[in-house]
């Protein structure tokens, strides 16, 4: 029996050892209730605030515009519905392949009857039509929210987030964008980006799960999404995920630390995994735009459907290799998914996801392609 062999990391990460040896600590002795006025308790405010002040210094922004929260889904959730309801945003735009946290709580505002909601054009490699969306942005008579991801959990896809921070400026537009894929992979200025609002989930670099990240821009005030407590300074009701907190700051702390070497390997194991498909399987081909501005640690290929090949997910997991078909959110529900459904709507093609990071090897990528060959 072959160990198994994880190319899912877009998915969910491995905790990293460092990450829980800082964990534990706030999960045994130092307990105490973060709101709690004793010793107990200022123990475990003061690891929240320094976690804090950690992601703050790395992100650039200030420590008083991070926000923690249960994860990216509830921090895209805050900032659409806060845009709508608080900011005064009668319209939404943002794009047909965007994670469902977002799609979702657009379609669900438009529902309702808070807002419009329009949909901007996709380019034949899967990015957004920057012309298409000034065009939106110059035609709205109301106050937008544009919504638009930094980078496609899917197909890999990586949004200029200047480009369209300064279009939104110039069009008095806010700007959310959903950075789960990229915040721990990249190295994103706050300071100097023009953004309102951005979400991160520590899952996604070797993090814990069931923790993530709301950055707020200073100049932008909203009310709670969550009620019945000060937490979060008044922003999120609740007792502080303590131990997953501090966990989110060391993964975010040793993700920065290792950037270059780390994104060099991975990027090298996603172009070998590209080259050794093209040289070995028939009519293979790659979703978005992966060779150029596309996420280091997303491959999305592209194979004839067969038979066979519509199995192939089922036939990679009986032998012990983990990849995925769309967006691990909604793989159970085998719909097939959005994001190719807009990029790349043919019916006899079959998508597969492969995602890497720092624990994936050649060797590995040599089995997983000797597998496929057996299996198409």
């Known amino acids: 029996m072959q160990k198994r062999i994880y190319f899912d990391n877009a998915a969910t990460t491995a905790l990293a050892p460092a990450v829980l040896d800082v964990m534990l600590p706030y999960m045994t002795e130092k307990f105490g209730n973060p709101s709690s006025i004793y010793s107990y308790g200022r123990e475990s405010r003061l690891a929240i605030e320094s976690a804090r002040k950690s992601v703050a210094k790395i992100l650039n922004a200030h420590p008083a515009e991070i926000f923690f929260t249960s994860g990216g889904t509830e921090s895209s959730n805050t900032a659409i519905t806060a845009s709508v309801r608080d900011l005064g945003c009668k319209r939404i735009i943002t794009s047909p392949i965007e994670h469902h946290a977002v799609l979702h709580t657009a379609e669900y505002l438009r529902n309702r009857g808070e807002a419009q909601l329009s949909f901007v054009k996709l380019l034949p ?22 919504t638009l991801m930094h980078a496609n959990n899917e197909i890999g896809n990586l949004l200029d987030l200047h480009a369209v921070g300064e279009m939104c400026k110039l069009y008095g537009a806010i700007f959310h964008s959903d950075t789960v894929q990229t915040v721990g992979h990249y190295s994103i200025d706050l300071r100097h980006t023009p953004v309102h609002f951005i979400t991160a989930a520590a899952h996604k670099f070797h993090g814990p799960k069931g923790v993530g990240l709301l950055y707020i821009n200073e100049n932008v005030s909203i009310h709670p999404y969550i009620h019945g407590g000060s937490q979060e300074r008044n922003m999120r009701a609740g007792t502080e995920n303590l131990y997953g907190i501090v966990g989110f700051a060391k993964a975010l702390e040793l993700a920065t630390a290792a950037y270059a070497t780390d994104s060099e390997f991975i990027r090298s194991i996603k172009q070998y995994m590209a080259e050794q498909l093209k040289k070995h399987i028939k009519g293979v081909g790659f979703n978005g735009d992966f060779t150029g501005r596309s996420l280091y640690t997303v491959l999305n290929v592209s194979l004839p459907k067969t038979e066979k090949s519509e199995m192939l997910l089922f036939n990679l997991d009986i032998n012990n290799i983990c990849a995925s078909g769309g967006s691990a959110c909604t793989s159970g529900a085998d719909q097939g998914s959005h994001v190719i459904r807009s990029v790349n709507n043919n019916p006899n093609r079959v998508a597969v996801r492969f995602s890497f990071c720092r624990h994936n090897t050649k060797e590995e990528v040599d089995i997983v392609v000797e597998k496929l060959k057996e299996l198409i």
Request: aromatic content about 0%; charged content about 25%.
């Open 125 to 146: 490699n899967g990015h957004i039509d920057l012309d298409n969306l000034e065009q939106l942005l110059a035609g709205s008579e109301e106050k937008t929210l544009v």
